[in-house]
């Protein structure tokens, strides 16, 4: 069973607020990926991290999330002004290396 | 780009009779390819993988073999059972920690 943990399972947000959310990737796992799964259940990459440095992330993200992943203390991902559109379920996950992915329960952002 | 293609959205099926998803592939490089299949309110998690051509692995009664002359790697399981009810996510790596996910295929397994 995967032990990759997400807190909060569930956040009520109003538009403009930030939301925040956390992530515990599973022990000795270098490689931590957020995901937003939409009500379609379509998964858009947001943004991946390998020991701390950003390895890759969208536009998206770049521009209106703010993100971290520091050593000893729970990975983040902040949405600073929310939108409706952002409302979704949010994953994290985590590897050790690239044959197998392991995620979290996600985060479930309402956005009213 | 990579890109990974499931044409169906929803496959609803009478206990008992066979499943196959289907799943084609475009990446540019020999890419690693996966199964995972989610549960209501669960996390998704590994239900198979593969990166050699016309190997079949298999777990939990499914298996998939990747074709990369077709790039596909279609699921396939001889018996469905009300269990296997889920979302089923095919996905791609190329090596770079950048995973590709198709859009999902919706299983529903009625008795």
């Known amino acids: 069973n995967s032990k990759v943990i997400q807190t909060p399972r569930y956040l009520v947000k109003g538009q403009g607020q930030k939301a925040k959310m956390r992530c515990i990737p599973e022990?000795?796992?270098?490689?931590v990926f957020w995901y937003q799964q939409n009500k379609n259940n379509e998964f858009k990459f947001l943004i991946n991290?390998?020991?701390?440095?950003?390895?890759?992330q969208i536009d998206m993200t770049e521009k209106r999330f703010s993100a971290e992943c520091p050593s000893n203390s729970p990975c983040s991902l902040e949405i600073q002004s929310s939108e409706a559109g952002d409302s979704a379920l949010y994953l994290c996950?985590?590897?050790?290396?690239?044959?197998?992915?392991?995620f979290g329960k996600g985060t479930r952002l309402t956005v009213v | 780009g990579d890109s990974v293609t499931q044409t169906e959205g929803l496959v609803t099926l009478t206990e008992g009779l066979p499943v196959m998803l289907n799943c084609t592939y475009q990446?540019?490089?020999?890419?690693?390819l996966f199964w995972y299949v989610q549960h209501l309110n669960e996390a998704p998690k590994l239900l198979l993988k593969?990166?050699?051509?016309?190997k079949r692995p298999e777990h939990q009664g499914f298996h998939a073999t990747l074709h990369k002359s077709s790039s596909s790697f279609h699921l396939q399981k001889s018996s469905a059972q009300l269990s296997d009810s889920a979302l089923y996510y095919c996905?791609?790596?190329?090596?770079?920690?950048?995973?590709?996910f198709g859009a999902g295929t919706r299983l529903k397994v009625i008795a």
């Open positions: 996950a985590s590897t050790e290396t690239n044959t197998e992915v392991f």
């Open positions: 022990k000795g796992h270098p490689v």
């Open positions: 991290f390998q020991n701390q440095e950003v390895l890759q």
């Open positions: 990446s540019t490089y020999s890419p690693f």
């Open positions: 593969s990166f050699t051509d016309n």
């Open positions: 996905a791609l790596d190329t090596g770079n920690y950048k995973y590709v």
